[in-house]
């Protein structure tokens, strides 16, 4: 069943703890800063949530190579009805650069899962999750993530209004 499997995201299968593992920390720091984390407490941080019951800190979820460039790309989520509404969940995508530096290639509310599908220069499509049984699926147009379809296990479908 597709919730099952949507809620399933928030839980690191064993070989994303191995990939995350595999960042230095000072990668892993570098990714957090880019996506716009802070460090407070010991926790990183991108929402002001005021400690509500809801709040997860900031983790890397999965460390992966999206484009077959040979340099890591990190899905980073936050979790918080207070910052992140009905979605109660964030995610960030950073990638490493080839100067070595992180940049955040995109971010929103949801749950991001990269998908076989493509866009340009190899990117994966990736599905962003929230409630509901029909979720938005966005392809990189060569400059950035853009809207291109939804759907539900593969299978186009229309949003209620």
């Known amino acids: 069943m597709r919730i099952a499997m949507t809620l399933s995201c928030l839980c690191l299968p064993a070989a994303a703890l191995a990939q995350t593992a595999s960042l230095s920390p000072a990668d ?13 407490g010991g926790q990183w941080r991108a929402c002001e949530d005021p400690d509500s019951p809801s709040y997860q800190a900031g983790a890397i ?4 190579d999206l484009n077959g460039d040979g340099r890591p790309e990190a899905i980073i989520t936050e979790h918080s009805g207070f910052c992140y509404g ?4 964030g995610y960030m995508l950073v990638g490493k650069q080839a100067d070595g530096s992180w ?13 076989a599908t493509k866009g340009a220069g190899g990117w994966q499509d990736h599905e962003i999750g929230g409630p509901g049984f029909c979720f938005e699926v966005a392809r990189w147009n060569g400059r950035e993530y853009v809207f291109n379809r ?4 593969g299978k186009p479908c229309r949003p209620p209004n």
């Open 61 to 64: 979820e999965q460390v992966t």
């Open 28 to 40: 892993q720091a570098a990714a957090f800063t880019a996506a716009g984390f802070t460090r407070v």
């Open 86 to 89: 009905m979605q109660g969940s």
């Open 150 to 153: 939804f759907q539900y296990d």
């Open 103 to 115: 940049r955040l290639l995109t971010s929103g509310s949801g749950m991001l899962t990269p998908l």
